[in-house]
């Protein structure tokens, strides 16, 4: 599976977007995770650590507390998988533009070559 899939994969669920949600204000730990969250502390956990295998959260420990952030390395891949298509988009925008600036400007395009 490639770092872009693993990372949509990840997205696909609304808990995990939520806990993303949750993480950009800060560093959280699991117990403060599942108190905003309907679902069970091992839920929790297994959310995190898919997370976390698609580089989206990263952990440290503080003594016994494991606190969880934001880990941008995931979102730089998916950002850049956007961007192919974007990219794709803005060429097929300048190309266009590109056709319609050579049609005259007294004569709308749609009527280029109309002969009637």
């Given amino acids: 599976m490639t770092d872009a899939a693993r990372v949509l994969e990840a997205l696909g ?3 995990r977007r939520r806990l993303l949600d949750l993480l950009r204000g800060g ?3 699991v117990r403060e995770l599942t108190e905003a969250l309907p679902v069970s502390q091992s839920a929790v956990s297994q959310h ?3 997370l976390r295998e698609a580089d989206l959260v990263a952990v440290r ?3 016994t507390r494991r606190l969880y952030r934001i880990d941008r ?3 730089g891949c998916l950002r850049a998988y956007v961007d192919q298509f974007w990219d794709d988009v803005l060429d097929a925008f300048t ?3 590109s056709d319609e600036s050579d049609q ?3 004569q709308p395009a749609d ?3 109309d002969l009637r």
């Fill in 104 to 106: 005259p400007a007294d």
């Fill in 95 to 97: 190309a266009y533009a």
């Fill in 13 to 15: 669920d609304s808990s």
């Fill in 48 to 50: 995190l650590r898919v």
């Fill in 61 to 63: 420990a503080e003594g």
């Fill in 73 to 75: 390395t995931g979102f």
């Fill in 111 to 113: 009527q280029q070559g």
């Fill in 27 to 29: 560093e959280r730990t």
